[in-house]
């Protein structure tokens, strides 16, 4: 079955955090795959990804990685699709280093860097299904049913915990 949205991380630690953008897809009902594909363990894996994703039919690429986190910026290399790159968080230096290693693409190769963390990759689900809405009234319905949703649980006023 073609899915429109791949969710690629550099390892199998990365996938609590990746979650959260399956997550979204999810309750957007967009479908979706989630590999696990590495630039420094299983670089022909990545390769072979990228070489192979825009004839697959995928449209968008979410890319988590922690540390080296070269995954995203590869895989924007291999492929034309756009990449959302998510800067997994790191024990050693918190994940500062995984966003600048996403974040500073030389000219030429982009990749659409979002927050460190989980925040970071729920939004990457929901820059995905952005940029699919685009193309996709009745998506493009669902998410701006999403965000309303999210805008009305926000109380007007705070209370003691
Ligand atoms: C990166 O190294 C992965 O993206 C992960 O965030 C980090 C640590 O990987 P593990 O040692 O937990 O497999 O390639």
């Known amino acids: 079955m073609a899915v429109d949205v791949g969710i690629i991380m550099g390892s199998q630690s990365d996938w609590p955090t990746m979650k959260e953008a399956a997550l979204i897809l999810d309750q957007l009902g967009i479908p979706y795959e ?15 990804y990228g070489k192979t994703a825009a004839e697959r039919g995928l449209k968008v690429i979410i890319a988590g990685a922690g540390g080296a986190a070269h995954l995203p910026g590869m895989m924007a290399s291999k ?5 959302v790159g998510v800067p997994v968080q790191t024990k050693a230096l918190s994940g500062i280093d995984s966003l600048y290693s ?8 982009p990749v659409a860097t979002m927050a460190i963390g989980a925040a970071g990759a729920a939004n990457a ?9 685009i193309s996709d009234p009745a998506l493009a ?13 926000i109380p007007e006023e705070p209370k003691d915990e």
């Open 34 to 48: 989630a590999k696990i594909v590495s630039a420094h363990r299983t670089p022909d894996r990545l390769w072979t």
């Open 141 to 153: 319905a669902r998410l701006d049913a999403w965000r309303e949703a999210l805008s009305a649980s």
């Open 79 to 83: 492929t034309r699709i756009p990449v």
């Open 125 to 133: 689900g929901l820059m995905a299904a952005g940029i699919l809405a």
């Open 102 to 109: 996403i974040l500073q693409m030389p000219k030429g190769y």
